[in-house]
């Protein structure tokens, strides 16, 4: 018996491409934890130094001081509709209403001016002298973050598109 290739091919077990499919999806979601916890990290270093240096600024400040002024941005990290975004707020400056007790003001989004990110000349204007390097650096890394999230993100969009492609078939 002659076997065509329409049968042979037809003969062909998909549930090997299906399973290298979902582990391909599973090691996307994996590398955009890893990726967030990575963010994740450089905020927090960057944060924890920022409190530091702000509380000496204060401190000097209510000892008199007034040629110290604290930080003006932090980075955050949030997540939109599946989507990891890294930016920048300016934050206010401490104000105190009643003797001792801190007024409550918000921080503000600072918009990128880049697809990936921000611009030396953007972040140094909003921020202390003091603060730029560390701003820099941290930005540094986040627009290496970004760059690796959004490849993740196209990805995994292509994943949904395959596998809603596959089910309807």
Known sequence: MKVSAVDAVSAVDMTDVELIANDLNQAAY???EALINKAEEIKQTYW???KVVNREILTAI???????KTGRITPRIRTDKGKVIIFWEKRPRIAFGS??????????????????GYTKTQLANMCQSWEWQ?????????????ELLDINNETLKSLRGYFKKTQSS
């Open 48 to 50: 924890d130094w920022w």
């Open 30 to 32: 994996v590398a955009r």
């Open 134 to 146: 560390a701003v820099w650096d941290a930005e540094l890394k986040f627009q290496q973050v970004r």
């Open 99 to 116: 003797p001792g007790s801190p007024k409550r003001s918000y921080a503000t989004y600072i918009a990128p001016t880049q697809r990936r």
């Open 62 to 68: 209510s000892q008199g001081d007034q040629t110290k």
